[in-house]
C-alpha cells in the first residue's frame, strides 16, 4: 500500500485528541502512551512514530484544548455587539455544564494547578492559549472603551476560571450554583456590564 500523509496525520490527530480528552477527565498523571494507544486500537510501539514523548503529545493536547475552547468562545461572541458579546461569553462560561462535563471544559481552571510542574513546552502551550482567550476579550473591552482592557480581561478570566475550579469542590450542589452565579455579577460588574454601571465605563 502506497504510503499516505492525509492517514498519518489523521492517526497523528486522533491521538491529539485523545489525549485532550485524558487530561480534562484524569489529569496528566493518567497520560499513559499504553493506554492511549490501546484505546485507539494503536499499538504502544507505534506512538513513536507520531511523537517523541509523553511531554510532545501533552503539549499539543493543552493547544488542542485551547483549540476547542477558543473555537468555542468565537461561536459565542461573533456577530455581537461588543457588551453583548461579553454578557454572553460570561454567562456561557460560568454555567453548571460547564462545572460538571469535564470533556467539554476550558483549560484554565482544569490545568492551572499542574502547569507549574510540567515541561517547557508545556508551560509555552498553556500561556499561549491564556494569551489568545485574553487578546479576545481584549479586543471586546478596548471596543467598548477601557484603557485597562488587557489587565481586566486578565482579571476578568482568572476569576471566571478560579469560580469554575472552586465550584467543583463544593459538595452541595445549591451552593456551587450560587458561587458560579455571584461570579457572574461581580465579572459583570468589574467590566461595567451590569445594568447600574453601564451608564460610564
Same mark, same amino acid.
Given at each position: 500500500?502506497?504510503?499516505?500523509?492525509?492517514?498519518?496525520?489523521?492517526?497523528?490527530?486522533s491521538?491529539?485528541?485523545?489525549?485532550?480528552?485524558?487530561l480534562r477527565?484524569?489529569?496528566?498523571?493518567?497520560?499513559?502512551?499504553?493506554?492511549i494507544?490501546s484505546?485507539?486500537?494503536?499499538?504502544?510501539?507505534?506512538?513513536?512514530?507520531?511523537?517523541?514523548?509523553?511531554?510532545?503529545?501533552?503539549?499539543?493536547?493543552?493547544?488542542?484544548?485551547?483549540?476547542?475552547?477558543?473555537?468555542?468562545?468565537?461561536?459565542?461572541?461573533?456577530?455581537?455587539?461588543?457588551?453583548?458579546?461579553?454578557?454572553?461569553?460570561?454567562d456561557?462560561?460560568?454555567?453548571?455544564?460547564?462545572?460538571?462535563?469535564?470533556e467539554e471544559?476550558?483549560?484554565?481552571?482544569?490545568?492551572?494547578?499542574?502547569?507549574?510542574?510540567?515541561?517547557?513546552a508545556?508551560?509555552e502551550?498553556? %500561556?499561549? =492559549?491564556?494569551? +489568545?482567550?485574553?487578546?479576545?476579550?481584549?479586543k471586546?473591552? $478596548?471596543? @467598548? !472603551?477601557?484603557k485597562? *482592557?488587557?489587565?481586566?480581561?486578565s482579571?476578568?478570566?482568572?476569576t471566571?476560571?478560579? %469560580?469554575? =475550579?472552586?465550584? +467543583?469542590?463544593?459538595?452541595d450542589?445549591?451552593?456551587?450554583? $450560587?458561587? @458560579? !452565579?455571584?461570579a457572574? *455579577?461581580?465579572v459583570?460588574?468589574?467590566?461595567?456590564?451590569?445594568?447600574?454601571?453601564?451608564g460610564?465605563?
Amino acid at each position: 500500500m502506497p504510503y499516505n500523509p492525509h492517514h498519518k496525520a489523521r492517526i497523528r490527530q486522533s491521538i491529539v485528541f485523545e489525549a485532550a480528552r485524558v487530561l480534562r477527565m484524569e489529569g496528566p498523571e493518567a497520560m499513559g502512551v499504553a493506554a492511549i494507544m490501546s484505546k485507539l486500537g494503536l499499538t504502544h510501539g507505534g506512538f513513536y512514530a507520531y511523537f517523541k514523548s509523553i511531554d510532545e503529545l501533552m503539549a499539543e493536547a493543552i493547544m488542542e484544548i485551547f483549540n476547542e475552547r477558543y473555537a468555542w468562545m468565537l461561536r459565542v461572541t461573533e456577530g455581537h455587539p461588543p457588551d453583548e458579546a461579553l454578557v454572553r461569553f460570561i454567562d456561557e462560561y460560568l454555567v453548571p455544564r460547564h462545572r460538571d462535563v469535564f470533556e467539554e471544559g476550558c483549560g484554565l481552571p482544569m490545568l492551572a494547578s499542574y502547569v507549574p510542574h510540567m515541561s517547557q513546552a508545556c508551560r509555552e502551550r498553556f %500561556a499561549e =492559549g491564556t494569551a +489568545r482567550l485574553e487578546a479576545a476579550l481584549a479586543k471586546m473591552l $478596548a471596543a @467598548l !472603551g477601557h484603557k485597562q *482592557a488587557k489587565q481586566l480581561a486578565s482579571c476578568a478570566l482568572a476569576t471566571m476560571a478560579g %469560580a469554575i =475550579g472552586l465550584s +467543583r469542590t463544593i459538595l452541595d450542589r445549591g451552593s456551587s450554583d $450560587a458561587l @458560579l !452565579g455571584a461570579a457572574k *455579577a461581580t465579572v459583570k460588574s468589574q467590566l461595567g456590564l451590569d445594568k447600574s454601571s453601564r451608564g460610564g465605563i
